[in-house]
């Protein structure tokens, strides 16, 4: 896998539909994580400190990185 980051002279749109995925082990411990560095996360409807559990079982939360991007987490298996 690889992820490829470029530097393009236009407007960049921010918006949640368009994020960076991925999936961790332990998904109690990342929130704590984020907790304890202050860092705002929630449902894909807001920042509330919540996680949100899909159809199929699965829990995500959504935070944006220093520049504004969205990040998921989830815990799939």
Do not use: C
């Not at 470029?6 to 918006?15: D, P, R, V």
């Not at 907790?35 to 959504?62: A, C, H, L, P, W």
């Amino acid at each position: 896998m690889e992820l490829h980051v470029t530097e393009y002279n236009t407007e960049i749109k921010l918006h949640k539909f368009i994020h960076f995925a991925f999936t961790v082990n332990d998904f109690d411990g990342y929130l704590e994580f984020l907790r304890e560095k202050g860092i705002e996360y929630g449902e894909f409807s807001g920042k509330n400190m919540k996680f949100q559990t899909r159809i199929d079982g699965v829990r995500q939360i959504y935070f944006q990185d220093p520049d504004g991007y969205w990040i998921e987490v989830n815990d799939h298996q």
